[in-house]
């Protein structure tokens, strides 16, 4: 059984940093796709990083130059490095992961297995 659990989130004021975590357990498949978006109720998830197998990386343009993903194999642990945080962050963050190692174009979630979310909250 597949399991991914994020960590890390919280309150934090504006400017400061959050690193969220995801452990994956159960997961067969070797160096997936994986990624982190986000969804403010009553809105549409969207986008924020992903990193194929070979460590490849994207962005949404809203968090460029703040976010970083990072992943280490040998923990089975995704990252979120979110510095210079914004009040517009304040979301749920989801950690995904793909059967494929190639990530989707286009920051879409075409991922099989989801993470049960976590919140941020960034203040102003």
């Known amino acids: 059984q597949v399991q991914l659990v994020e960590s890390g989130g919280g309150s934090v004021q504006a400017g400061g940093s959050l690193r969220l975590s995801c452990v994956v357990s159960g997961y067969p498949y070797w160096r997936p796709c994986m990624g982190w978006f986000r969804q403010v109720p009553g809105k549409e998830r969207e986008g924020v990083a992903t990193?194929?197998?070979?460590?490849?990386?994207r962005y949404a343009d809203s968090v460029k130059g703040r976010f970083t993903i990072s992943k280490d194999n040998a923990k089975n642990t995704l990252y979120l490095q979110m510095n210079s945080l914004k009040p517009e962050d304040t979301a749920n963050y989801y950690c995904?992961?793909?059967?494929?190692?190639?990530?989707?174009?286009?920051?879409?979630?075409?991922?099989?297995?989801w993470g049960q979310g976590i919140l941020v909250t960034v203040s102003s």
């Open positions: 995904a992961a793909r059967v494929y190692r190639d990530c989707p174009n286009g920051l879409r979630d075409q991922f099989e297995y």
């Open positions: 990193i194929d197998g070979d460590g490849s990386t």
